[in-house]
Structure formats: structure tokens, C-alpha cells
């Protein structure tokens, strides 16, 4: 079965240093979602690409997360500097996108979870 | 109020119940509506997909929309222990990018 896979699958970090998390969409996929899970929040929206192009980063904190598509086998999602409230799950998705092919749904990586102590 | 409400549960049932999980929306404007399913420490994974009012059925599985009350749900017949997981519904508008997912309701079917 085709898969989306994220690495690492689990992170601890101090607070203030830098973390990248990394994700290889399906192949053929030219939609990437990263979202971000918590008990309080549940799903949330971080930041999505059409073609590794950013087409809605609104839910993502600009001036500590970043994410990009260096190209079309891998996004990334950094963090600089780190808070201990960015401590979550961190899920990517990829599938294909385009009007009306939302109904497909998308395909999630086992996902990243990260402890900022 | 939140975009999509969700009864967080947890909800435990003995094997073999029929399950009921729902979720209320507010926004007229959700067209696509799907239901997930997450197990413990892995992504949520697609169950159904359902684009207009009314049923639709997938072995053990029945989605239900009902876009003038803005409630959707889904049903779990014969309900077995692995089924046991956290059911999250999700939504999206007619040509939408992406989905908007409730806070999940967290199953428990006991043998």
C-alpha cells in the first residue's frame, strides 16, 4: 500500500532549539497538508501546497514555523525557536487536489510527536 | 461555537452493538462530509465519503447526512473490538482544498 511517511515519529527537544520535521507524500500526490493535533485542539490546519506551491499557511505561527516543498517527494516543517506549546502531534497528508476533489479525501502519515521540555 | 461539534465520548459499547456517532456543523455551506477513523498513535484514516443528504453504505458502515439539520453521522452495525478507535468527522465546501475536522469521539467496543 502506498503511503505518506513522516520522520522522525517522535522528537524531544529543549525549548529555543530548532526542529525540522519531514514528510514524502504519496507518489502522483500534488496536495500536502500539515496539521497539528492535541488533546484541547484536536485537528488543526497548519499550512497546505497544491504543485509545492503554498496555497494557505493562515493557521501556522510565521514568526517561529516554516514549511516548505523543496520538491515534489518531500515537505518540510521547521520550527525556530521552539515553546513547549508547540508539544503535539504533528501530522502531514498528501492527495490528490483540485476543484471538487476534496471527496477523495487524504492520506495521513503515521504522524510526529514532538516534546518541547 | 466551533465550526463542527462532536460528542468527545468516550462512548464504550459491548461487541456486537450498533454504534451511533454524530456530528452538528454550523456553516450551510460544507458540500463534502467524511468520516475517519484514528487509532491510537497512527493518522486518521479514511472510512466514508458522502457528498449529498441521505445514506450511504459500506458493509458494517452507514453515513448519514441530513444538510438541513446539519447533522451528519455515522453508523457501526455488529460492532466489534476493533473497531475500537477515535472516529472523527470532517467537512469541506464544493470546491474546497480542505477539510474542516471535528474534535473526534473516542470508541471503546468491549469483548
Known amino acids: 500500500d502506498a503511503r505518506v511517511t513522516q520522520t522522525p515519529r517522535h522528537k524531544v527537544t529543549e525549548m529555543g532549539q530548532e526542529v525540522t520535521m519531514r514528510c514524502q507524500p504519496i507518489?502522483?500526490?500534488?496536495?500536502v497538508f500539515w496539521y497539528r493535533q492535541t488533546m484541547m485542539q484536536g485537528l488543526e490546519l497548519l499550512a497546505y501546497?497544491?504543485?509545492?506551491?503554498?496555497?494557505?499557511d493562515s493557521g501556522m505561527p510565521k514568526d517561529r514555523f516554516s514549511a516548505e516543498m523543496p520538491d515534489a517527494t518531500l515537505a518540510t516543517l521547521k520550527i525556530q525557536p521552539s515553546e513547549p506549546r508547540d508539544s503535539a502531534v504533528y501530522f502531514c497528508?498528501?492527495?490528490?487536489?483540485?476543484?471538487?476533489?476534496?471527496?477523495?479525501?487524504?492520506?495521513f502519515g503515521s504522524g510526529t510527536r514532538l516534546t518541547v521540555v | 461555537q466551533k465550526e463542527v461539534e462532536q460528542d468527545p465520548g468516550p462512548l464504550s459499547v459491548p461487541e456486537g452493538a450498533i454504534v451511533s456517532l454524530n456530528c452538528t456543523y454550523s456553516n450551510s455551506a460544507f458540500q463534502y462530509f467524511m468520516w475517519y477513523r484514528q487509532y491510537s498513535r497512527k493518522g486518521p484514516e479514511l472510512l466514508m465519503y458522502t457528498y449529498s443528504s441521505g445514506n450511504k453504505e459500506d458493509g458494517r458502515f452507514t453515513a448519514q447526512v441530513d444538510k438541513s439539520s446539519k447533522y451528519i453521522s455515522l453508523f457501526i452495525r455488529d460492532s466489534q473490538p476493533s473497531d475500537s478507535a477515535t472516529y472523527l468527522c470532517?467537512?469541506?465546501?464544493?470546491?474546497?482544498?480542505?477539510?474542516?475536522f471535528g474534535p473526534g469521539t473516542r470508541l471503546s467496543v468491549l469483548p
Open positions: 497528508a498528501s492527495g490528490l487536489g483540485g476543484t471538487g476533489s476534496s471527496r477523495y479525501g487524504y492520506t
Open positions: 501546497f497544491r504543485n509545492r506551491a503554498p496555497l494557505d
Open positions: 470532517a467537512m469541506s465546501f464544493a470546491g474546497g482544498q480542505n477539510f474542516v
Open positions: 507518489l502522483g500526490h500534488n496536495t
